[in-house]
């Protein structure tokens, strides 16, 4: 099948493809620079067999809109999405460091440590979106992508779920990380995600997978009710994967709960790191003796080194010189050799062990301070004995707040993203990594996510003087919920009865623009107020000024299209009453008016019925 879009085309007049990625069991990937903020960025078109069914079409843009929102540290950015020539896209960060199944894949496995910390800033990520309502559902290796510093992020969290309904077959590969509850066609639940980054932990650091076989359904058959294999390598990791990969859900670890064991493990909150290997070479061929040291470190003594002179071969001290001359004799020191001297042989054998001990006792002295000063000088850049602080909370602060919170604690304050928010003002810090109250080496970097305030909507001029349904018609169209309460109906003497004649966000009248999602209230005319005269002008019968009496005729709203709550407080409005008429007039299941006798703007009595014809 071609792709959806050829390279070089550039969609919705921002994004120019560069090339195709991939192609998913959900999309089609593409790699696109943005030509706007001149950046490489992510586009991921919905597969056109499930774009075809309205309700993925439909669950697909709530997504991207819910997802855009997400802001945290360990989770791949969603910017922006649209529709172009009958195909759904999304936006989202692009993360050049490949992914966790590019270092599985080239034999590279993880220490227990990084083991750890890459399981804790996943199910840190997994736990924010777990908070927010997204379950990932397909976590693997493939899906946790490293950006250029190395850092791990969570993708694909927008495609959470779309195309398991639709799913035609399961691959190895798909049943290789989903929990016993999916292997018996539960939906996934946000313990399912914990379960399945358990076995990823399990895999990176053992190498092997948890659970073999051959087929999709033996590998889903040997997890049902087994726990996960006991491996000496997963060392302090052995327990807390095991409570994350519970059969029971019910007795699994949560993300939370995942995240904090393995903090404990490893007792610090640096992130983990992982750098781009060299695929074309396996592990051990990257490993080569290091060479001889010369300048600190212990070798041994050559024997001239230890007695001044060479070992004989026929033992461990030097031989007696041979005689020069006759006539050898003694003194009251000894026998005497030539010359008078004593014999070689005997000052060595008495004088060798104190020179030996004093030169063993300088070398073991040495390498006791030399192997001490490199073991402080490593602990001390490594932190050991940086002084451990609290993080204060910054969420909420300006960055010069922030500034002032962190002077004395010697932590350094860095801006990560800029995100939109509705909660945060623009120009406050959004979240922040390490997370407050949580401990810290003096000089940690505090990164930080600054608000952009909320995505604001232009309203429509045309609100005033529209009827309830077609002005929340008109905002749904731009994601801002309204509300027509018959509590918040007004007397206008220039809005017909039951027109919108006021909009009202929060404490603003008649607003400009409001943020996306916001809710807005829309007061409907009860038409003019009751003692008050209008004065009306036509071409015909001149000027004609009416007041109007507190029980006197009024004009039968027009309800036609409405639902029940509209009907209501409609004529509730008007001080009329109706009765009702067709298949379902005799229950409260009707749903819409569709026709009403007297016609709409009839002049009938205080407290008259119409009658309604609903179905």
Known sequence: ????????????????ILELLGVGQTAEVYLAEDLSLHRRVVVKVLLADLAAHEDLRRTFRDHIVRASTLSHPHLARVFDGGQESGAIFMISEYLSGGSLEDVLSAGRR????????????????????HEHGFVHGSLSPSKLLFDDEGRVRVSDVALAGLATTYRERMTLDDARYLSPEQAVGEPAN??????ALALILFEAVTGSVAFEGSTPEAVLRARLNAPLPVRLELGTLDMILAQAAVPDPRLRLDAEQFSARLSAVIGDVAPLVVRPGNDTLPLLANFSPPEPRHSIGFRAPSPDQIVGGTIGSGGGFPRAPRSRAAGEGTDSRGPRGPLG??????????????????RWGFLIAALVIVVATIGAGAAWKSGLFAKKLTVPRLIGLSLTQASSALTGDGFTLTVNHRVHSTSVAANDIVSQSPLADSSAKSGQVITVSVSDGPILVTM?????????????????????????P??????????????????????????????????????????PAVGTTTTTTTPTSGTTTTTIAGEGPRAVPNVVGDNQAQVYAAFHVAQLYFSTTGPNHNSTKWTTVVSESPVAGTMVKWHSYVTLTVK
């Open 460 to 484: 429509p001029t045309n609100l005033l003087g529209e009827t309830c349904a077609n002005a929340t018609t008109q905002l749904t169209a731009l994601h801002v919920i309204a509300q027509c």
């Open 190 to 195: 946000p313990k399912s995600d914990v379960y």
């Open 110 to 129: 993880l220490s227990v440590d990084d083991g750890a910390r890459l399981g804790r800033d996943v199910a840190s990520a997994l736990g924010y979106a």
């Open 341 to 358: 001297r004593t014999p070689r042989f005997e000052r060595a054998q008495y004088d060798l062990p104190r020179a030996s001990r004093r």
């Open 486 to 527: 018959s509590s918040a109906a007004i007397y206008s003497s220039t809005v017909a009865l039951n027109g919108v004649a006021r909009v009202l966000y929060r404490t603003s009248v008649n607003p400009t623009s409001v943020p996306r999602e916001a809710t807005v209230v829309l007061s409907l005319s009860k038409g």
């Open 1 to 16: 099948m071609a792709p959806t879009f050829s390279l070089g085309y550039t969609l919705a007049g921002r994004y120019r």
